[in-house]
């Protein structure tokens, strides 16, 4: 069913949308508008068309949004972002895997990292945005050495880099991160060549510099934020440094670490680590390559599975799972600490978008 929130929209005014398991008690795909001079949400509506929409990736024009369905199954779906809540266009599209937690958007085509199976699926876009059958599945091999968590590859997320050159997925299963080349006319991928990290780190997410030279990957088994040299022109991808995204002496086990986002400036990263609670605030501007923890804020909630920042780079907001939140804090703009400003509710949050 979808529903409407009562009451008018903010023309003047960015939008949110934010996934969440609709397993655990969410209400799918929530819409809400943001207030551009205090960054407050409001949400305006919401669907529960689709099980578990628990990653969200807008369009380039912003006109549709595309959601995975994190489910055995696993599928893809396209919706219409001009009224208050999403509405579905067409049938969700299966993907070649299962539990697919991750989507992007490269050259015309939707990309899946399926966490349950281990692989990318690759999907074109047909000229009504909506996601056609797929082209492709690349599967991953390998294993880590935790036996629970790594006894094979999980991809967790893919993402084009900004060259539109290369893609790159990152594996938790095998402690790696994978380039691959897409073919647009055709919609398959080639694998490049394959970067390992630490035994046990568990990769999950990463995130580019701005200017295109270095990547920052986010473990969640191990504590810890890795920054790796980018090449563009030949696809090469070397591990530097690693970083914790704890402070020094802090508990490790139960922590997890999740999203991860860099400053359009390219001086902070800030991190989420379910566990503590907390958003890790690191610098980039040292004088070597290795990022340095400055400091940790609570996250306004509980799990803080997933952040993100407005489009200019002034606001935090946070996905909070396991208190059914979406916290957004100011961003002191000399340090890059976040304060808490504000939050609304929303059941089982697991992804925040903003456009």
């Known amino acids: 069913?979808?529903?409407?929130?009562?009451?008018?929209?903010?023309?003047?005014?960015?939008?949110?949308?934010?996934?969440?398991?609709?397993?655990?008690?969410?209400?799918?795909?929530?819409?809400?508008?943001?207030?551009?001079?205090?960054?407050?949400l409001t949400v305006t509506g919401a669907t529960d068309a689709v099980a578990d929409p628990s990653f969200l990736a807008p369009a380039t024009d912003r006109a549709v949004l595309y959601a995975v369905s994190e489910t055995e199954a696993g599928a893809v779906a396209a919706f219409d972002?001009?009224?208050?809540?999403?509405?579905?266009?067409?049938?969700?599209?299966?993907?070649?895997?299962?539990?697919?937690?991750?989507?992007?958007?490269?050259?015309g085509h939707v990309l899946t990292a399926d966490y349950g199976s281990g692989g990318v699926t690759v999907l074109p876009l047909g000229p009504d945005g909506v996601p056609r059958a797929a082209t492709d599945a690349l599967r991953h091999r390998g294993s880590g050495p935790d036996p629970d968590r790594q006894a094979g590859p999980h991809a967790h997320q893919v993402l084009p880099d900004p060259?539109?050159?290369?893609?790159?997925?990152?594996?938790?299963g095998t402690d790696s991160v994978r380039?691959?080349?897409?073919?647009?006319?055709?919609?398959?991928?080639?694998?490049?060549?394959?970067?390992?990290?630490?035994?046990?780190?568990?990769?999950r997410h990463l995130a580019f510099h701005p200017s295109g030279g270095h990547v920052y990957v986010l473990c969640e088994l191990e504590p810890t934020l890795y920054v790796c040299r980018w090449d563009a022109h030949t696809g090469g991808l070397d591990a530097v440094a690693g970083t914790s995204v704890l402070p020094s002496g802090a508990e490790t086990a139960g922590r997890y670490p999740?999203?991860?986002?860099?400053?359009?400036?390219?001086?902070?990263?800030?991190?989420?680590v379910r566990g503590s609670d907390a958003i890790a605030v690191l610098r980039l501007d040292g004088p070597?390559?290795?990022?340095?923890?400055?400091?940790?804020?609570?996250?306004g909630g509980h799990w803080p599975r997933d952040l993100t920042l407005d489009p200019r780079g002034r606001r935090l907001y946070v996905a909070n799972e396991r208190s059914g939140d979406v916290t957004w804090f100011a961003l002191d703009p000399a340090t890059g600490v976040p304060e808490r400003a504000g939050a609304i509710a929303v059941p089982a949050a697991s992804c925040v978008v903003l456009v």
């Open 179 to 203: 380039v691959c080349a897409l073919d647009p006319a055709t919609g398959r991928l080639t694998q490049h060549g394959e970067t390992a990290l630490p035994p046990g780190s568990g990769p």
């Open 288 to 299: 070597d390559e290795k990022p340095f923890l400055t400091s940790t804020v609570p996250c």
């Open 1 to 40: 069913m979808t529903d409407n929130a009562a009451g008018e929209r903010d023309p003047g005014g960015g939008r949110a949308f934010i996934g969440s398991f609709t397993s655990a008690g969410g209400r799918g795909v929530v819409a809400a508008d943001v207030d551009r001079e205090t960054g407050a």
């Open 258 to 272: 999740s999203g991860l986002v860099v400053a359009p400036d390219g001086r902070c990263v800030w991190a989420a």
């Open 163 to 172: 060259s539109g050159r290369w893609v790159l997925s990152v594996d938790l």
């Open 81 to 107: 972002t001009s009224g208050p809540a999403p509405r579905l266009i067409g049938a969700p599209v299966p993907v070649r895997g299962a539990g697919p937690a991750h989507l992007t958007i490269a050259s």
